[in-house]
């Protein structure tokens, strides 16, 4: 665990873990910053990950989260089915984009790094009917 991902998400209130967490104590070092919801990526395995769902639905501050490891696995409509934003991380690639009126948002990966793509996370703020979320890339 990165300790600039820790001062990162000091001030938070939830932790969603779109995949690949690699490991159990991942989690454990997370929920000591805040309650964790996570699911399970490719890169996930033993008994500790099948512990986790594929694809979780989270509410939070009155908006609905689809959490989902690979955005191109989505077999639903998510603005027809209810959702603001749907997570996901397969990619490690750090994106926030709107389409049909839903947030998409792939946080990055604060693990080690991918390829040649950034060290990130995102951070999801939620006031009333409003959603907005940014990229954080870590120095590290």
Do not use: Q
């Amino acid at each position: 665990m990165r300790p600039e991902a820790l001062t990162a998400l000091a001030r938070v209130d939830l932790i969603v873990h779109a995949c690949d967490v690699g490991a159990p104590e991942v989690l454990d070092r997370l929920r000591a910053r805040a309650p964790v919801v996570a699911i399970r990526g490719n890169n996930d395995h033993g008994a500790w990950a099948k512990r986790l769902p594929d694809t979780e639905v989270v509410e939070v501050g009155g908006r609905s989260l689809y959490l989902i490891h690979d955005v191109n696995e989505l077999d639903l409509d998510p603005a027809a089915a209810g959702f603001d934003v749907v997570v996901s991380g397969h990619s490690h690639r750090p994106e926030v984009e709107t389409r049909g009126g839903v947030l998409f948002l792939n946080p990055g990966s604060i693990g080690p790094r991918r390829f040649k793509l950034p060290v990130a996370l995102a951070v999801l703020r939620i006031s009333g009917r409003a959603v907005r979320a940014r990229i954080v890339e870590l120095e590290v």
